[in-house]
């Protein structure tokens, strides 16, 4: 017996998709050419040096530096001088268990730079800090977002100090949940994924001739001590193809939906910018 989703036709999964712009259907090779279009006119723009990011060996942002780099390739080829740069910026805690992937996704990508900041040092003060202060501990599960946020500070130093841009890797199937920390991971200046759900992300490293295992690899948030390369599958209770097919306006599994709505309708404050006196979405 087949089980769809009462809501896949709702008002609500429309809503959802189309404020997160996924396409149900999309053509890879146009998608990069857009998407790299788009990161040399707002560098441009922006009078930017170029871009920096956090490649941790995950699937987006080894799309993104690759998109990236390819734009800042472009850029140099154009002004016939090598005027604009792509770091990629290691954000280790430790060491990480998949630092060959990290290594793999930097072969692939070929930046301008390649730079390493330990962030176990800043993390593990601001910890002890805490502490200090409160008398008491924070949990493992807000230590995580401590990481995030200190791996966001290290990439706007090195924006700041280079004259670059910061990016971001939220895409459609990160924002549906709000699955990111805020203004640690969710904070850049530029979303170069943004609309595309995983599977598509998928699609685009394929067609740019990524190594397989880099976008067949389970995903990870790995902020967890606890619970290193915790999937996360397993931290959401859905599966990506369950939120993909979701964002694509298929139908799913009404467990699934319901954990997806319910995530989606939660996390509104995160997809917003701070909450003023004029704004009304929250009263909705
Ligand atoms: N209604 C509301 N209106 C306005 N603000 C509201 C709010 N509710 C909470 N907040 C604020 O938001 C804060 C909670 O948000 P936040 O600090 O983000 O924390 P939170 O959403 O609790 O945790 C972040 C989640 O994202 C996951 N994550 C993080 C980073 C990377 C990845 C990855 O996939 O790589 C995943 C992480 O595993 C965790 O499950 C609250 O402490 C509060 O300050
Ligand atoms: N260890 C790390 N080193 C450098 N950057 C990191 C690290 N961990 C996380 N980041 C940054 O935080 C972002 C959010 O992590 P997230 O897990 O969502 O993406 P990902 O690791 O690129 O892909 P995936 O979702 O497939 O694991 C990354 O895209 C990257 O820019
Ligand atoms: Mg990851």
Request: proline share 4%.
């Amino acid at each position: 017996m087949t089980h769809t989703n009462p809501n896949n036709s709702s008002a609500l999964q429309s809503k959802v998709q189309a404020a997160l712009r996924v396409e149900p259907h999309i053509d890879a090779a146009a998608e990069i050419r857009r998407r790299v279009d788009f990161l040399k006119q707002y560098a441009l723009k922006a009078k930017s040096k170029g871009y920096v990011l956090g490649l941790s060996g995950g699937q987006d942002s080894t799309l993104t530096g690759k998109l990236a780099q390819l734009a800042v390739n472009e850029l140099n080829e154009e002004a016939g001088e090598d005027r604009y740069q792509f770091i990629a910026v290691r954000l280790p805690y430790g060491v990480q268990q998949d630092e060959a992937d990290a290594q793999e996704a930097i072969r692939f990508i070929g930046p301008t730079r390649v730079v390493t900041i330990h962030i176990k040092a800043a993390v593990d003060a601001s910890v002890h800090e805490f502490m200090q202060a409160t008398g008491e501990s924070l949990s493992d599960f807000l230590k995580g977002n401590v990481k995030a946020r200190e791996r966001m500070k290290a990439q706007y130093d090195l924006g700041a100090h280079y004259g670059l841009l910061v990016l971001g890797t939220d895409h459609a199937a990160e924002a549906i949940s709000g699955f990111f920390t805020k203004f640690g991971d969710g904070a850049c200046d530029v979303a170069p994924i943004y609309g595309l759900n995983k599977r598509q992300g998928r699609a685009l490293l394929k067609q740019l001739g990524c190594p397989e295992a880099l976008y067949l690899k389970q995903p990870t948030a790995d902020l967890e001590d606890l619970k290193p390369g915790l999937p996360d599958e397993a931290a959401l209770g859905v599966t990506y193809e369950q939120i993909d097919d979701y964002l694509e306006g298929k139908p799913v599994a009404p467990a699934a939906a319901a954990i997806i709505e319910r995530r989606y309708l939660a996390t509104e404050h995160k997809r917003q910018g701070p909450v003023t006196v004029y704004d009304t979405w929250w009263t909705e």
